[in-house]
């Protein structure tokens, strides 16, 4: 068990260091130029040398990405609540929720910006409406999916409706929950992206778009590495909750045979 929990640490990034290596190798060996494609090297001294900028920028970012988030777990949680156990909210208001995912999101932005202006608000709503769709659908399957043995045996104890919720359906759903929050995360981090790159004047989206324009590759790259690990670093904090909310779903994954 040990060891595979050593391979699970260290195996990623082993795995980053021969990309890196491999990457920083073909740069130099065939000599492509720095604006088509900067060094691994050449990246990580600009992330050195510009650390309070970046730091500034990406720390905009990290607050609509959680901001946005935080929205879409407010809103998503609860509608699927309704949309579970009402059957008119099902009928009437869950075929609309999926009309609007089929909408692009970035044909909405600039109307955002328009009724509400440039700031923090616009780039909010963006986030939550790319990130809130996987929240909603994984409760969905994990509220209507439990098996209707334990809600017969539940009854036949006498539990009420909150009981039976608190202590059946609520503990069998959070393993979809948290991976819809997993995917909400990801989602949040592209939607926060998107919403700098429409209409903001600060963000590490903001920034990349900028670098591009000037054709600055080492920071633009700078850039999408800050994000990317800023994604990583976000979904694994999901992960980590999830591991301490759910021990027997990570006990059960462990020792089911791949």
Do not use: C
């Not at 990801?186 to 590490?204: K, M, T």
């Not at 670098?211 to 670093?233: D, H, K, Q, Y």
């Amino acid at each position: 068990m040990r060891k595979r929990q050593f391979l699970d640490a260290v195996g990623p990034l082993l795995a980053l260091a021969v990309l890196f290596a491999g990457w920083e190798a073909a740069v130099v060996l065939f000599g492509v130029s720095e604006i088509m494609l900067p060094k691994p090297s050449r990246i990580f001294v600009e992330i050195l040398d510009r650390a309070p900028m970046l730091a500034l920028h990406a720390a905009s970012t990290v607050t609509i990405i959680l901001s946005g988030f935080m929205m879409s777990v407010a809103v998503a949680i609860p509608l699927a609540l309704a949309i579970s156990f009402i059957p008119i909210v099902r009928r009437v208001v869950y075929p609309i929720v999926v009309f609007s995912q089929l909408i692009p999101k970035i044909a909405i932005a600039p109307l955002f910006i328009i009724w509400f202006g440039f700031g923090v608000l616009p780039k909010v709503l963006i986030t939550f409406l790319i990130s809130f769709f996987p929240i909603l659908i994984q409760a969905i399957v994990g509220f209507t999916s439990i098996r209707p043995e334990p809600i017969r045996v539940a009854r036949s104890m006498g539990a009420g409706a909150f009981d039976m919720f608190l202590r059946i359906r609520l503990p069998h759903a959070l393993p979809n929950l948290f991976a819809g929050l997993k995917m909400s995360m990801a989602a949040a981090a592209i939607g926060a992206i998107v919403s700098e790159f429409i209409a903001s004047s600060r963000g590490l989206g903001y920034l990349v778009l900028v670098a591009n324009g000037e054709m600055n590759s080492p920071l633009a790259f700078a850039g999408m590495m800050l994000l990317s690990l800023i994604g990583i670093v976000l979904y694994f904090a999901v992960e980590l909750i999830q591991r301490v909310a759910t021990p027997w779903d990570i006990a059960q994954r462990r020792s089911t045979p791949n």
